[in-house]
C-alpha cells in the first residue's frame, strides 16, 4: 500500500523543510510533479490525469475556472487508492469545479514532505503518522479516511499454528524498524522474546523461515505469495485493537484555511469516487495501470476485493465513507503514547476534520 514515516523519517522531514524554505506551488514549480523513482516506466502521471479529465460527464458541464490541484499518494498507483482515480476517471473532481492531478508516491517521494512544503496540495498517510507530525510542527490535518482500519497483516505460514498475536513468542518477525503497529502489539502481548528482523521488501527469507511471520497487506502480499505455492494465514493488524485509520486524505491548515471550498470538493469528489469504485473497480484499475504499468490487473482487481471491508463499515455506513471520530483519535493518541510515539497529549481536534465530508 505505501509506507509510513517512522522517527527518523519524521527528522527527516523536518530538515527538507527548513532546506526549502517557504517553497514553491505546484503550480508554478516544473520540478514539483514527482514521478515514482523506481519505476522508469511508470507513464507521466501529468499527462495521463489531463488525458482522463479532458472531458466532462456526459450531460455535465465543466467548470469555467477549475482550481488546479495536486494529490500525491502514498506509495506506488494500486487499487488501496482506487477511489481517487475513480473520482478523476468519473469526473467528479471536474464536476465539482477541480482540476485534480494524482502523481504517485514512491521510496524516494514522501506525500508529507511535497504537502508539508506547498509543493501539493493534498497528499495520503496514516493517522498516526498525522499525529506524529504534528507533535513535530507540521500542521498537516486528515480530512477524509479511506480506510476505516489498517488492512496492514503479520503473515505466517499456514501450518503453523498460531491462533492470536499472543502465540508469536520467540518467533522471527520481518517488520520495518520503528513501525509503529509493531511497537504496539509487542507492548500490548508482552512479546519480548520475539525477534524483529529488519524487512527489506523481499519476501524470501519469509518463505524459507517456516516459523516466521512478515508485515503485510491483506490486500497485497497474500495474492502474491499464493502466486508462488505458499499457503499462508493472517493475523490483522486490526484485530490487535490498534485504532489506526488508514489511506487518510490530508492537507496542510493554511490551505484548508484559504481553500475551503477546493477541500471539500476534493472531499465529496473523493467519497463518490469511493462509492463508484467499492462496485465498478474492473473499470477503473486499468487507469490505474497506466500509472504503474508493473501492476497487473489481477492483482489490483484483488486489492479491491479485499479492502472492501475496511472501506464500508456500519460507522461509514451511517455517517458516509471517510468518516472519522474524536474518540478513536484520542484512542490512538493513547495507545501511541503508551509506546512512546508521543511524547504528549494534543488536542486531536487539530489534527482531523470532518466538516466537509458529505453525509449518505
Known amino acids: 500500500m505505501y509506507r509510513q514515516v517512522d522517527g527518523t523519517g519524521i527528522g527527516m522531514l523536518l530538515i527538507l523543510l527548513s532546506l526549502a524554505g517557504c517553497g514553491t506551488n505546484a503550480k508554478n514549480d516544473p520540478g514539483s510533479n514527482a514521478k515514482p523513482a523506481a519505476n522508469a516506466t511508470t507513464a507521466d502521471p501529468a499527462n495521463t490525469a489531463s488525458a482522463a479529465a479532458d472531458e466532462p460527464a456526459a450531460g455535465t458541464p465543466a467548470s469555467t475556472n477549475p482550481a488546479d490541484v495536486t494529490l500525491i499518494e502514498g506509495w506506488y498507483a494500486k487499487g488501496e487508492d482506487g477511489g481517487y482515480f475513480a473520482g478523476l476517471q468519473q469526473n467528479y473532481y471536474r464536476d465539482a469545479g477541480v ?6 508516491g514512491g521510496p524516494q517521494i514522501s506525500a508529507m514532505t511535497l504537502v508539508a512544503s506547498g509543493k501539493a496540495d493534498f497528499g495520503i498517510s496514516y493517522a498516526d503518522d498525522i499525529l506524529l507530525a504534528r507533535q513535530q510542527g507540521i500542521p498537516v490535518v486528515g480530512i477524509l ?15 503453523d499454528k498460531i491462533e492470536s498475536f499472543a502465540d508469536i513468542g520467540n518467533r522471527t518477525v520481518y517488520v520495518t524498524p520503528g513501525t509503529l503497529y509493531w511497537e504496539y502489539i509487542k507492548s500490548k502481548f508482552k512479546l519480548t522474546k520475539a525477534k524483529p528482523m529488519a524487512y527489506t521488501g523481499q519476501l524470501v527469507n519469509f518463505i524459507k523461515d517456516k516459523k516466521s511471520l512478515n508485515q503485510g497487506y491483506i490486500t497485497n502480499e497474500p495474492y502474491a505469495l499464493a502466486n508462488q505455492g505458499v499457503d499462508v494465514s493472517l493475523l490483522k493488524v486490526a484485530d490487535s485493537g490498534y485504532a489506526n485509520y488508514a489511506d ?27 462509492s463508484y469504485y467499492l462496485d465498478n473497480y474492473k473499470t477503473v484499475n486499468p487507469l490505474i495501470k497506466t500509472y504503474n504499468p508493473e501492476a497487473t490487473l489481477d492483482a489490483m482487481d484483488y486489492e479491491a476485493e479485499h479492502e472492501k471491508e475496511f472501506i464500508l463499515t456500519d460507522e461509514t455506513k ?10 478513536r483519535w484520542n484512542q490512538l493518541q493513547d ?24 453525509k449518505p
Open 99 to 104: 482540476n485534480m492531478t494524482i502523481t504517485p
Open 145 to 159: 479516511a479511506g480506510f476505516q482500519y489498517s488492512p496492514q497483516v503479520l503473515i505466517h505460514h499456514a501450518d
Open 248 to 274: 487518510v486524505l490530508f492537507t496542510t491548515e493554511d490551505y484548508l484555511a484559504k481553500h475551503p471550498d477546493v477541500v471539500k470538493a476534493v472531499v465529496q469528489a473523493s467519497q463518490k469516487g469511493w
Open 318 to 327: 451511517a455517517n458516509g465513507i471517510g468518516a472519522m471520530t474524536v474518540d
Open 335 to 358: 495507545q501511541l503514547i503508551e509506546i512512546k510515539g508521543l511524547k504528549e497529549k494534543q488536542d486531536v481536534t487539530t489534527a482531523f476534520t470532518t466538516e466537509f465530508l458529505a
